[in-house]
């Protein structure tokens, strides 16, 4: 299920509120992007996404200047799913 699109309007006007801290909902969103589920991570980079290309600069610029960064080298999907085996055909 895709992220709210409710929430995702509501986070992109918070972004262009005087009064949001722009610091704190960015980090917010990286600190999502660190959760062990990978449908909330998922969720937290479409919502970054979003805030990118229809929020308010300053929530770029903050990323940008940011030390704050995604560390996304440790995730794993835990879950146990696996891909289909790839063989010969046989008929």
């Given at each position: 299920k895709p992220p709210n699109v409710f929430w995702n309007a509501y986070l992109i006007h918070c972004t262009n509120e005087p009064n949001v801290s722009i610091p704190q909902l960015?980090?917010?969103?990286i600190e999502r992007s660190q959760?062990?589920?990978?449908?909330?991570?998922f969720k937290a980079l479409i919502t970054v996404h979003h805030m990118l290309c229809y929020g308010n600069e300053r929530f770029t610029q903050y990323?940008?200047?940011?030390?704050?960064?995604?560390?996304?080298?440790?995730?794993?999907?835990?879950?146990g799913v696996q891909g289909a085996r790839v063989g010969p055909v046989s008929k």
């Open positions: 960015a980090n917010l969103l959760n062990t589920n990978w449908v909330v991570v990323l940008a200047s940011s030390n704050s960064t995604f560390q996304l080298s440790n995730f794993l999907d835990k879950s």
